[in-house]
């Protein structure tokens, strides 16, 4: 069977990968249908050696699709993907709209799949940070269950989209030639520098990128009596979202027992060879699906701890593969 597919948001930094996600994992595609905002209309975008026309949204837009990807924000997201839904079609949202209402599903086809049951048409993506951290702690957690995550991330500008990646790069140039730059997506300089901000400040004082990653990890591996902490940092880096993570865990794990789990746990590769200088690099998951993990020790300060060091393509499983698999696993469940 093929469907009619389509993707909300299609000329972004995620929408693009999408597009690509689907043409080269031979998603089972009938026609697929292009949306983004008025700016974009009548331009082209290449599937599978087919030019299609980008699209406007429009209320009946949704009638004869079956499943819609949405990376388009989380306000676009909001009033249409309930009209999507109530025409029938299956909505995977990329946004942060509806990941905490308990009406929809949050998935991570890794950890989760079985929460694709109760879905109501709406399913949505988690934030990229949250998903490459969760395929690496779900293992760890079926065999010694997690008490305390700590986790500091390293995020690449791909993060914030298509206009952020424009920065970096202007940036750059700019300052190696000695102009002076702009700065317009982020509140500083984004070149040569680390900025302790992703996303809103909180009245708590974390972000809101900070928060995701605490009660997304909840729900998603439905355990609410994991205790996570995080900072989340933008580092000048276009693809590929860095994590230090620090687990603590009710059951002793080695650093061995962990690596041979990790070896074994789909999605995920374990690139830990510290005397051949072998890490997760950014660089090297970028344009790759897995999560890659590396730099596994014991936390020597506590009874039970682990450190890691997890990488992964942002755009990819952090976004558009996610979503793609989300995809792939609803049409099995119907088969
Ligand atoms: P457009 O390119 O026409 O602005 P990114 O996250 O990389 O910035 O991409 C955001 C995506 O969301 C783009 O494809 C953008 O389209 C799309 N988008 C923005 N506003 C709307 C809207 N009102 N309706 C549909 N798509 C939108
Ligand atoms: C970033 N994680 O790297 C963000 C982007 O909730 O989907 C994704 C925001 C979200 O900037």
């Given at each position: 069977e093929k469907y009619v597919v389509a993707v909300v948001g299609a000329t972004g930094a995620v929408g693009n990968e999408m597009i690509a996600v689907i043409e080269e994992r031979d998603f089972p595609v009938e026609r697929l249908r292009l949306f983004a905002s008025e700016r974009s209309e009548g331009v082209k975008l290449n599937f599978k050696g087919e030019e299609i026309a980008v699209e406007t949204l429009k209320?009946?837009?949704?009638?004869?699709?079956?499943i819609a990807l949405f990376s388009a924000g989380a306000e676009r997201s909001k009033i249409w993907a309930p009209i999507a839904a109530k025409s029938g079609c299956v909505v995977i949202d990329n946004s942060s709209q509806w990941r905490m209402d308990p009406e929809v599903p949050l998935v991570v086809p890794e950890v989760?799949?079985?929460?694709?049951?109760?879905?109501?048409?709406i399913i949505a993506n988690p934030n990229c940070s949250t998903i490459q951290m969760v395929v690496a702690l779900k293992p760890i957690h079926d065999v010694a269950k997690i008490k305390r995550v700590v986790v500091t991330t390293f995020q690449a500008v791909s993060g914030t989209g298509k206009k952020a990646m424009d920065e970096l790069l202007q940036q750059t140039v700019d300052l190696l030639n000695f102009r002076e730059i702009k700065i317009e997506v982020y509140p500083h300089q984004i070149a040569f520098n680390v900025l302790p901000h992703i996303d809103k400040f909180l009245e708590n004082g974390y972000t809101k990128e900070e928060m995701k990653m605490v009660n997304e990890t909840k729900k998603i591996m439905g355990d609410p009596t994991i205790r996570v902490t995080a900072t989340t940092v933008r580092v000048p880096v276009f693809r590929g979202h860095s994590e230090s993570v620090n687990i603590e865990t009710e059951k002793k794990i080695t650093a061995k027992e962990v690596r041979e789990l990790l070896s074994k746990a789909p999605g995920v590769v374990v690139m830990d060879n510290p005397e051949k200088n072998e890490y997760p690099l950014p660089i090297y998951a970028s344009g790759r699906d897995e999560v890659f993990v590396g730099r596994i020790r014991e936390d020597e300060s506590i009874e039970n701890g682990i450190n890691m060091w997890i990488v992964s393509d942002n755009l990819r499983k952090g976004a558009a593969l996610n979503a793609v698999q989300i995809a792939e696993e609803l049409i099995k469940m119907v088969k």
């Open positions: 209320e009946d837009s949704f009638q004869d699709i079956d989760n799949p079985h929460d694709l049951k109760w879905h109501k048409g």
